[in-house]
């Protein structure tokens, strides 16, 4: 293959243009073995760097797809790569695409995580064990779950979610040992729990 352009573009990615075939996108982060001062107009290249050159356009078209995701609101790794599978993007495109992201702090579990809990408290009063579950369905590790879960709970008292899910639930007719039963499945210690009690039933 020979190259008849080669244009970078303001975001990093480079428009290539071959002699045959399509246009496509290339990143210098995802090539391994080309040296990238080495494409320009004119350029030269075998099969196995060609192959090598395709890859990193196919990485670059789906961090083009990520990109997309990441506008709308912040996403978490596991789910983003999920998400893109189903689009038909292959794995190992994916994780060139998403290792790019994160290295960029453009995609972030840690901030993910902060953002996720923030929205959660709006409509649910869970405790701390429930909201670390939830955390782990979405692919993040112990460590950034917990630095998350303390931050959050720095800000925002587990003592006083509890009591409003207290009253929500006695609100809704839950007495006596469905009403604890309930409040543990959200996430709260029995200690918490009891702590609640004693606290409202007692003033």
């Not at 902060?114 to 692919?139: D, F, I, M, V």
Request: aromatic share 10%; net charge negative; with cysteine.
């Amino acid at each position: 293959m020979v190259i008849k352009k080669f244009e970078p573009t303001s975001t990093g990615l480079c428009r290539l243009t071959p002699d045959q075939g399509a246009v496509f996108y290339i990143r210098k982060e995802y090539l391994e073995h080309i040296d990238f001062e080495g494409i320009y107009a004119g350029a030269e290249f075998s099969d196995d760097e060609v192959s090598e050159l395709l890859d990193a356009g196919l990485a670059s078209v789906v961090e083009l797809k990520a990109i997309t995701y990441l506008a709308r609101c912040e996403q978490c790794r596991f789910k983003l790569s999920s998400k893109l599978a189903q689009k038909g993007y292959e794995k190992k495109y994916i994780n060139m695409a998403l290792d790019f992201l994160e290295s960029k702090n453009l995609l972030s579990d840690s901030r993910f995580a902060s953002a996720w809990l923030n929205g959660r408290r709006t409509n649910h009063y869970e405790g701390r064990s429930k909201l670390s579950a939830e955390l782990a369905s979405r692919g993040i590790s112990r460590e950034i779950a917990a630095a998350a879960l303390d931050e959050f709970f720095t800000e925002n008292d587990e003592f006083e979610i509890c009591c409003k899910a207290y009253k929500k639930l006695s609100g809704k007719g839950k007495s006596d040992e469905k009403l604890i039963s309930s409040l543990m499945s959200a996430g709260f210690s029995w200690k918490l729990i009891k702590s609640v009690m004693e606290e409202i039933e007692n003033p």
